[in-house]
């Protein structure tokens, strides 16, 4: 006697379904985390040739340790009425600077008034944890004898976002 596989014609979903096992070929690249900081701490600025921090800054606690985490930053910087003062910034997680020494960003200002422009950052981390895990954007200026800011207030908020992404 022969066989005959049946297959449904289709699932009723307002049923509850167990799950046991696993699923192949489903892929990663969900979202299963996002955090927004509207960073309105006020404004930073230094004088210094030393990495200073800002006030733009998230915080995000990935649910597993092979999460990617995709940060993007929005804020507005500015160099001082000095001309060729460089505003450098980069993005750290916790005391650890991300990217190599290339990554590091910069606005110059190259006219006799004081510049300001928005800037944006994007950079997907591994942090390899599932502690909170805060990233923040350090900043510095070029010469010790100009001023550059990152706005954080007003109307020149900041914005951080992370998005954890699953493997």
């Known amino acids: 006697m022969a066989f005959t596989l049946l297959k449904p014609t289709g699932i009723d979903l307002s049923q509850t379904f167990n799950f046991t096992g696993s699923v192949s070929g489903a892929g990663g690249g969900k979202v299963a985390n996002v955090v927004q900081a509207i960073c309105s701490g006020g ?19 990935p649910s597993a340790s092979d999460s990617k985490v995709l940060i993007n930053m929005t804020f507005q910087g500015s160099s001082g009425a000095d001309q060729n003062k460089t505003l450098g910034w980069r993005l750290f997680r916790g005391t650890t600077a991300l990217g190599n020494n290339t990554s590091l960003g910069a ?18 981390d591994s942090p390899s944890t599932t502690s909170s895990t805060t990233y923040t954007l350090k900043f510095h200026c070029s010469q010790n004898d100009s001023t550059v800011s990152i706005f954080a207030s007003g109307d020149a908020q900041a914005y951080a976002q992370a998005m954890e992404i699953l493997a």
């Open 43 to 61: 404004d930073t600025s230094t004088t210094s040739s030393t990495l200073q921090t800002s006030n733009v800054a998230v915080t995000i606690t």
């Open 107 to 124: 606005y110059n200002n190259t006219d006799d008034g004081v510049r300001s422009q928005n800037m944006s950052l994007s950079f997907l």
